[in-house]
């Protein structure tokens, strides 16, 4: 069977549905064939209450974030993109292992998508779980609006009441992407009162932060907003998408406790609770949330400056579709926070336990005034390529002597996390996107097993990435 769908703009391409069952339609043999066009955004495009710094954003199929994709694992997907963006583009499918030449890396797994030129992807999508996609084509159209959620479901997923995908970014200032390249960026960083990158701080600016004019979830601030409505007692699945070009951010549901699941679309061997769930950029996290009471609450970022804090949807109940809602803390302080150490079950004093990796890389740069950050030494394309055979284990260390974390990020392969900042995880974290602390450790295992190609691996804070900050992994006949 095959389906045909053309995907049409429309200001709700995130939606907030009850998880269907599985239908006979999306059974392995069915193949969604969808278009994807990039172009300029409309004005309103995004909905937020200041919108003079919102000229020069490109859109998929005329909204912010792109269209919902979903599948059920074992489908087949046909993307016809064509492009309408004013730099070249492409479309990378985030936490796939696919074949390498449709990751969509431009100039590097396939040629540049042009302005009035098109590209045909067509892969069958997985591993299940929270996946997305986005443009990378060195040319910031990511971070002016090419992105959306991608979701491949998982039979064996928990069932829930209702389930709402939500993306979290921003909208960059005038100019703000290109100082931030530079090194010459004034905005401050934009973490909350008792994160780590808070901590440590050392300046007011740190120059490679990019100035925001708007932080969104699918497209709006609020109170102009995403609103979803549950019933008391419902167990609903969020998946939290961070699609910020550069920023951690800080999640917590007012009220609530969530149950982290999925790291990165992958299952956790043992789920954890907590209060807030920190997001790099790039990853992802599924929660389960049981909605304990009658009210309204905040979805929201953790923050005390108010347009930050405006990155929040509403969640209500019944018939509490006009209340005013419970906000969400403005501090970490005495909040439980997911950490790879929480979630991997971190084994204290294990540290004269971590295994040597085979490989280690030095990642470095930074400074006011340095548009330069680099891995051992040398910027892209000069960066070392890691050679790896066939059904190689290989096992490597980030060595981060920056004083920015760095959101590490590895194409078609899904890798274990066994050590963060020294110490060893009893239970690995099955990822895509590692967030390297700002002068220290993680390390990282994963067995060659893709099909061969040229498969990236890079900082996915996009500013970092576009200056230097990535290496290839590359397969070897020996």
């Not at 390297?436 to 190609?453: N, Q």
Request: charged share 20%; glycine share 12%; hydrophobic share 40%.
């Amino acid at each position: 069977m095959r389906r045909r769908s053309f995907l049409r703009a429309s200001a709700g391409a995130i939606t907030a549905v009850a998880l269907p069952p599985n239908t006979a339609a999306a059974s392995a043999g069915d193949t969604l064939e969808v278009t994807i066009r990039s172009g300029p955004a409309r004005a309103g495009t995004i909905r937020a209450r200041r919108n003079e710094n919102f000229g020069g954003l490109l859109a998929y199929n005329g909204s912010i974030p792109g269209p919902l994709l979903r599948v059920t694992h074992g489908q087949r997907i046909v993307v016809n993109y064509s492009s309408g963006a004013d730099v070249p583009t492409s479309i990378h499918w985030h936490g796939m292992v696919l074949p390498n030449d449709m990751d969509g890396v431009a100039g590097v797994t396939q040629a540049p998508v042009g302005f009035g030129e098109t590209f045909r992807y067509d892969f069958a999508p997985g591993p299940p779980g929270t996946r997305w996609y986005h443009d990378h084509g060195f040319g910031f159209a990511f971070a002016r609006g090419l992105f959306g959620a991608f979701i491949v479901d998982d039979p064996t997923d928990e069932r829930v009441d209702r389930e709402f995908v939500l993306v979290f970014h921003e909208v960059p200032r005038r100019g703000a992407l290109e100082a931030a390249r530079r090194g010459t960026s004034s905005a401050p960083m934009a973490e909350p009162a008792g994160s780590p990158e808070m901590g440590r701080m050392t300046s007011a600016a740190m120059g490679d932060e990019v100035a925001y004019a708007a932080y969104c979830i699918n497209g709006g601030a609020y109170p102009y907003g995403e609103r979803f409505a549950a019933s008391t007692g419902d167990r609903v699945r969020l998946r939290l998408i961070n699609a910020s070009p550069t920023s951690t951010r800080y999640v917590a549901l007012a009220g609530h406790e969530m149950r982290v699941t999925h790291a990165d679309g992958n299952p956790l061997e043992q789920p954890v609770t907590v209060d807030v769930v920190r997001i790099g950029s790039g990853e992802r996290y599924d929660a389960l949330v049981e909605i304990a009471r009658p009210g309204a609450f905040l979805l929201q970022s953790v923050a005390s400056d108010p347009l930050q804090a405006a990155q929040a949807a509403t969640i209500y109940t019944d018939g509490m579709e006009k209340a005013p809602p419970m906000r969400a803390p403005a501090t970490l302080d005495n909040l439980r926070v997911l950490s790879y150490q929480l979630a991997g079950g971190a084994i204290e004093g294990s540290t004269a336990n971590v295994a040597a990796p085979r490989y280690e890389f030095v990642l470095a740069g930074g400074g006011f005034g340095n548009g330069r950050w680099s891995i051992d030494g040398k910027l892209w394309p000069q960066t070392p390529k890691l050679r790896v055979r066939r059904d190689e284990l290989v096992t490597l260390r980030f060595r981060n002597t920056s004083q920015m974390d760095h959101p590490m990020h590895l194409h078609g392969h899904t890798f274990s996390l066994t050590e963060i900042d020294g110490v060893r995880l009893a239970r690995p974290l099955a990822k895509d996107v590692v967030l390297v602390p700002a002068g220290g450790t993680a390390t990282l295992a994963f067995t060659g097993g893709s099909p061969p190609g040229r498969w990236l691996l890079h900082c996915h804070n996009e500013v970092h990435m576009v200056d230097g900050m990535m290496m290839e992994v590359v397969y070897t006949a020996k």
